[in-house]
């Protein structure tokens, strides 16, 4: 049975109003935002997210939780009611969904009642798009690894994954929850980052590692910089949703790449992580980093050419044979030497290469 409406008119302490409205102001102070504005919208969104009611939550526990947690809210909201009319200054939509972020993580740090469907309502109501995108280049692995049950739809797929999340977030006293800092940015970003680590770590296995030592050489020559880091500059308007939905396990690059490769093209060119950030994740040293992702930049372009360019409609016909020779992993100098050509020639032919597949991906 639902509980009634009233059956938890004041769920908060006085004491926890207050903590709660202090953590309101220190935000507005340092985002410097009129009080008297804040206080105005942030009321109108906590009355609004006081009223939703996720179907999801079907036991009698769980609606006492909800029905207490609404309560709570609207005790909030109410309590940041302002005689005076506020003046017309609109607040950024990002700041105040930085502060219901905020006040639902206070709720479940201090276990407020309804802190439970609090949790349901931060990680799933607000960010279920942040928990499947950062979902998304794992989810064949993640399956693969019997992490997760095959599922019709990705969003299916972050709900089934929930439980992992909830659990890594809560796990030592909510430290990683508190990582969170809400004057660094909205809370999306950062969901999406803890959702990438944390399915990389489910499905880590030593058949799925790649190996240290490979990548621990010496530093690359400057062509292959060059011919990497080319790739980036395949930049235009909507290529980024076009790599986005390449680097899925049935795309062109999902079959070029192992996993590794296309987790760090995934953060670098889709969430747009740093070399540091990536690091960090992996566990591994930016130079590191860097190297594979020189390596599995390559991959992409000998991919892409692959599928995308004809040797007849080339103005050159040694740009095939430079291409296929690259591909093939050998540096210019063996090039320059297998073909007949000289190692400036060879860059010229790889550097026209390039501008055909700008082209060709971005007309």
């Given amino acids: 049975m639902r509980a009634p409406a009233n059956a938890f008119p004041n769920p908060l302490r006085p004491d926890q109003v207050e903590e709660l409205l202090d953590l309101i102001r220190r935000l507005a102070d340092k985002w410097e935002i009129p009080w008297s504005s804040l206080r105005k919208a942030l009321r109108e969104a906590l009355m609004e997210l006081s009223q939703r ?34 003046p017309p200054e609109p607040i950024p939509s990002e700041r105040l969904d930085i502060l219901l972020d905020v006040l639902l993580r206070r709720w479940i740090l201090e276990r407020y009642p309804g802190w439970k469907v609090a949790c349901f309502f931060l990680l799933w109501e607000r960010h279920s798009q942040d928990i499947a995108r950062g979902l998304r280049p794992f989810r064949h692995s993640l399956i693969e690894a019997n992490v997760l049950e095959p599922q019709e739809g990705l969003l299916d797929l972050a709900a089934d994954f929930l439980g992992h999340l909830l659990a890594h977030l809560l796990e030592r006293d909510e430290a990683r ?42 530093e690359e020559p400057p062509w292959e910089e060059r011919f990497g880091e080319d790739f980036s500059t395949l930049t235009g308007k ?66 892409l ?24 992993d050998r540096s210019p100098e063996e090039i320059a030497q297998r073909l ?18 700008r082209r060709r991906w971005d007309p």
């Fill in 238 to 303: 909507g290529l980024r949703d076009r790599l986005e939905r390449a680097l899925d396990l049935e795309g062109i690059l999902g079959r070029a790449l192992n996993d590794e490769e296309r987790y760090i093209l995934w953060a670098a060119y889709v969430e747009g992580w740093t070399d540091e950030e990536i690091a960090e994740a992996l566990k591994v040293r930016r130079e590191t980093v860097n190297r594979r992702k020189q390596r599995a930049l390559r991959k992409v372009f000998c991919a």
């Fill in 53 to 86: 009611n996720p179907g999801a939550l079907s036991s009698d526990r769980d609606r006492e939780d909800l029905a207490s947690l609404q309560a709570g809210l609207r005790q909030l909201a109410e309590a940041l009611a302002d005689p005076l009319p506020a």
């Fill in 177 to 218: 929850l508190r990582q969170w800092d809400p004057l660094k940015g909205p809370m999306g970003p950062w969901l999406r980052r803890v959702v990438w680590q944390l399915a990389r770590d489910l499905i880590r296995s030593p058949r799925r590692e790649v190996p240290l030592e490979e990548d621990e050489g010496g």
């Fill in 340 to 357: 007949g050509l000289s190692v400036e020639e060879v860059g010229t032919l790889l550097e026209e290469a390039r501008r055909i597949l």
């Fill in 305 to 328: 050419w692959q599928e995308t360019i004809r040797e007849e409609e080339l103005p050159d016909s040694r740009i095939a044979s430079v291409v296929s020779e690259r591909c093939a």
